[in-house]
């Protein structure tokens, strides 16, 4: 690199770091900024102090929204990235069509989350659903898809199918670049089928599990339209998002909410540092 490509090379970075000033780090500093103060609408506030992270630690509806948000967890990281890895193991094992199935496992990330969840709407109704309608002619009786029992389960599965895809890219992308040796050794001692994929693919492509696994942590804590079309938080299906949304924006109290969501960003940042010390192991280089 030339010195004189240092300027340029600012140049290029400085429209990136103004974006995410503008729209990530302001963001999070005047939320920090608000979680102080008592709000009602948007001009109205009250220095309080920490009152309201004392009200967050008391507060039963979040504990729930929190404990649902970890079983919503629990599925996207068993189901959401264990499929993911399953499809990207097979893909990788054909001789042909791999761009077939890169594309079709694909498509479901580009379809907006909304479009996803009103589709979901359509089978899960009670009256005239698809599910339903499917049971009645097999001679069963009708299911309330969203009943209290049964809602957040029923949630995540639109919630899991929508990012199988992005998971599947990356694990066949980290896979794909395995040296054809190691195979060819592993072959040679006898190593092959099931056994090739546990004592060989998985350890090496371990570190992007990692990255896997902690984008899934993350993008859990993000889960919103699912919620807000299917249930409306209704039937215990509370999630940390959609209880930030309404103490924000339905209740105007921006105050509260923004105390929520610097509680949402400090516990995502433990799990993804629990979930990385959990799964440390040397990693092996190739």
Do not use: C
Request: net charge positive.
């Amino acid at each position: 690199m030339m010195k004189g490509d240092r300027k340029y090379i600012v140049l290029f970075l400085l429209p990136a770091a103004a974006f995410l000033s503008i729209f990530l780090y302001y963001p999070f500093f005047k939320s920090m900024y608000l979680s102080f103060f008592r709000t009602k609408g948007f001009t109205t506030k009250t220095w309080v102090g920490f009152e309201n992270y004392v009200r967050m630690f008391s507060d039963d509806l979040l504990g729930a929204a929190t404990l649902n948000t970890l079983e919503l967890m629990a599925y996207v990281i068993i189901f959401q990235v264990g499929i993911a890895l399953m499809l990207a193991i097979f893909v990788d094992n054909i001789t042909w069509g791999k761009g077939f199935f890169r594309m079709v496992f694909f498509f479901p990330v580009v379809i907006s989350g909304t479009a996803i969840a009103l589709l979901f709407v359509l089978f899960y109704n009670f009256q005239f659903g698809l599910l339903n309608t499917l049971l009645q002619n097999m001679g069963f009786d009708k299911v309330n898809w969203l009943s209290e029992n049964m809602a957040l389960k029923a949630v995540a599965i639109p919630t899991v199918w929508h990012y199988v895809g992005f998971y599947f890219v990356l694990f066949l992308t980290a896979m794909s670049k395995i040296p054809s040796d190691f195979y060819e050794a592993a072959k040679l001692e006898g190593i092959t089928g099931i056994k090739k994929t546990f004592l060989l693919t998985i350890p090496l492509i371990m570190s992007d599990i990692k990255v896997v696994i902690t984008l899934a942590i993350t993008g859990t804590l993000k889960v919103f339209e699912f919620i807000f079309v299917l249930t409306r938080g209704q039937n215990d299906t509370e999630v940390l998002g959609t209880y930030m949304y309404k103490k924000a924006l339905v209740d105007q109290n921006f105050g509260y909410g923004s105390t929520i969501a610097i509680y949402i960003v400090v516990f995502g940042v433990l799990l993804s540092l629990l979930a990385n010390r959990l799964l440390k192991r040397d990693e092996i280089s190739y």
